[in-house]
């Protein structure tokens, strides 16, 4: 298993050229989750997804837009970025005991980025 | 008042001390209460998981709830200069999944 992976490892990217950041699963995990991580900060959750087709909010979604179209795949997308996008993305994924969600996060290795 | 308070360190240490990793919260429905490693330039690895409160014991690592005080602490015995990284506490409630961070605290072990 190769766990969550993510590409790109590094972008650097001019203030409102576009991206996506790509991230797969291959544990059969229903939950997705999108942070970003900055300097000297913990985490902040982007976007999270309970499944193929529903995804939710987080707490600091502006700016971002995410999809599911399968349970392996969770991309997220900036359309117009912006240097306060300049930060540290990881994703991560969970499981689900029948009706229990494990808060067991599993996360990705992370997509280092720069806006200028 | 912050929903997680965790001290960001840096915690420097001499290799075969006991470290003591802490974090407040406010929010009285946590009942997840995680702590995540992360190495440098790597994506956080789960450490140690509670559920309820009380303490949880894995090898040279011990977790421990406090409930009733809203604080949580990460013992490391006989650290090593393996254990350098950035500790994470994290908090779950209900049935969301989601998690809450601590900013992490940078600890060091010299040798």
């Known amino acids: 298993n190769a766990g969550v992976t993510q590409t790109p490892k590094f972008r650097i990217l001019k203030i409102g050229q576009s991206m996506t950041l790509q991230c797969a699963q291959d544990m059969n995990h229903n939950y997705m989750y999108w942070y970003r991580q900055d300097p000297g900060m913990g985490l902040k959750l982007i976007y999270y997804?309970?499944?193929?087709?529903?995804?939710d909010k987080g707490e600091v979604p502006n700016g971002y837009n995410v999809s599911r179209s399968t349970t392996e795949d969770f991309p997220l997308r900036l359309e117009l970025a912006a240097p306060s996008q300049t930060s540290v993305y990881f994703c991560?994924?969970?499981?689900?005991?029948?009706?229990?969600?494990?808060?067991?996060?599993?996360f990705g290795p992370g997509t280092r980025l720069t806006v200028t | 008042q912050k929903e997680v308070e965790q001290d960001p360190g840096p915690l420097s240490v001499p290799e075969g001390a006991i470290v003591s990793l802490n974090c407040t919260y406010s929010?009285?429905?946590?009942?997840?209460f995680m702590w995540y490693r992360q190495y440098s330039r790597k994506g956080p690895e789960l450490l140690m998981y509670t559920y309820s409160s009380g303490n949880k014991e894995d090898g040279r690592f011990t977790a421990q709830v406090d409930k009733s005080s809203k604080y949580i602490s990460l013992f490391i015995r006989d650290s090593q200069p393996s254990d350098s990284a950035t500790y994470l506490c994290?908090?779950?409630?209900?049935?969301?999944?989601?998690?809450?961070f601590g900013q992490g605290t940078t600890l060091q072990v010299k040798p």
């Open positions: 997804s309970v499944g193929a087709g529903i995804t």
């Open positions: 991560a994924s969970s499981y689900s005991l029948g009706q229990t969600i494990s808060y067991e996060q599993y």
């Open positions: 994290a908090f779950g409630s209900g049935n969301t999944g989601k998690l809450i």
């Open positions: 929010n009285s429905a946590f009942q997840y």
